[in-house]
């Protein structure tokens, strides 16, 4: 079955950049896009970018200067970094798999998420 | 700016009542790009409904969706312990994704 799992530090100092990795398992990362959703404690979901294979992107307009997203399809891996963070990323980061379908559009498959703090 | 708002905040019902969560785009969209989630306390999201009226594999069928131009509506007919939860709408605005603020429908 498809699994994806974050990887990367848990705790950022501020201004530095964050970086994660998200493993794909169970199908090739080839002919879908592919997604960051972040969760702030306590708060709602706000994604973040996506990805397709090819290596196009589409940031969140809010984030988009601080924002990079790449693909690795030899690994069957995606990667972020976010760049002169602040306490306000710290949350729960999930990858997901856009589902682009005739008849909608979702995000069909989660990682687990990975809490980042962003604390000296 | 396309904002989404879901009503109400909280929901407060009992097992076996009937759930019905709004979600409202602050302009007119295609269904095709509108999706529900469900999520429960310290896990991901899980997708339940997409295209407004879909549901997603798994999903059963007393989760349906419904809803078209800015209004759209996920109702569960009859609630079972595991449905008390956060639920999400998600909009597709081509070529960004946007989430609602959520609805928590908790035990009454």
């Known amino acids: 079955q498809v699994q994806l799992q974050e990887s990367g530090p848990g705790l950022v100092k501020p201004s530095e950049t964050l970086s994660l990795t998200c493993s794909v398992s169970g199908v090739s990362i080839s002919n879908y896009y592919w997604s960051w959703i972040r969760q702030p404690p306590g708060k709602g979901l706000e994604w973040i970018g996506y990805?397709?294979?090819?290596?196009?992107?589409n940031y969140n307009p809010s984030l988009k200067s601080r924002v990079t997203i790449s693909i690795d399809p030899s690994k069957d891996q995606f990667s972020l970094k976010l760049s002169s963070v602040t306490a306000a990323d710290t949350a729960v980061y999930y990858c997901?798999?856009?589902?682009?379908?005739?008849?909608?559009?979702?995000?069909?498959?989660w990682g687990q998420g990975t809490l980042v703090t962003v604390s000296s | 700016e396309f904002v989404l708002t879901q009503s109400p905040d909280t929901l407060s019902l009992s097992p076996g009542e009937r759930a019905t969560l709004s979600c409202r785009a602050s302009q007119s969209v295609g269904s095709d790009y509108l999706a529900w989630y469900q999520q429960k306390p310290g896990q991901a999201p899980r997708l339940l409904m997409y295209g407004a009226s879909t549901r997603a594999t798994g999903i059963p069928d007393r989760f349906s969706g419904s809803g078209s131009g800015a209004d759209f509506t996920l109702t569960i007919s009859r609630l079972e312990p595991e449905d008390f939860a956060v639920y999400y709408c998600q909009l597709y605005v081509i070529p960004v994704f946007i989430f609602g603020p959520g609805t928590k429908v908790d035990i009454k």
């Open positions: 997901a798999r856009v589902a682009i379908t005739v008849t909608g559009t979702g995000f069909d498959y």
């Open positions: 990805i397709y294979y090819s290596g196009s992107t």
